[in-house]
């Protein structure tokens, strides 16, 4: 072999490093999803969680003014309109 020679890769090491780069792609992708569908809940959570416990005091108004469990739930769940 030459010193001047270049050595070119073979097919099967293009091969391999393909879908090398192409698993970790995928495990990139599938790690930043998972990391946005929990970013997503705990949002989700934390904004009804801050809601109900802005409305804790008037639903115990109401619940001891006798409507029904399903009444206060249900005006709690509406959109607030300020």
Same mark, same amino acid.
């Given at each position: 072999? @030459?010193? !001047?020679?270049?050595?070119?890769?073979?097919?099967?090491?293009?091969? $391999?490093?393909?879908?090398?780069?192409?698993?970790?792609?995928?495990?990139?992708? +599938? #790690?930043? +999803? *998972? $990391? /946005?569908?929990?970013? /997503?809940?705990?949002?989700?959570? +934390?904004?009804? /969680?801050?809601?109900?416990? &802005? #409305?804790? %005091? @008037?639903? +115990?108004? &109401?619940?001891?003014?006798?409507?029904?469990?399903?009444?206060? *739930?249900?005006?709690? !769940? &509406? #959109?607030?309109? %300020?």
């Amino acid at each position: 072999m @030459e010193p !001047s020679s270049s050595v070119e890769p073979t097919n099967l090491q293009v091969n $391999f490093y393909s879908q090398l780069l192409s698993r970790i792609q995928a495990l990139s992708g +599938g #790690k930043a +999803g *998972l $990391f /946005a569908l929990a970013l /997503a809940t705990i949002g989700l959570y +934390g904004t009804m /969680a801050y809601s109900i416990t &802005r #409305k804790t %005091h @008037e639903i +115990g108004i &109401r619940m001891a003014s006798a409507q029904s469990l399903r009444t206060c *739930l249900a005006w709690s !769940s &509406r #959109k607030e309109s %300020h």
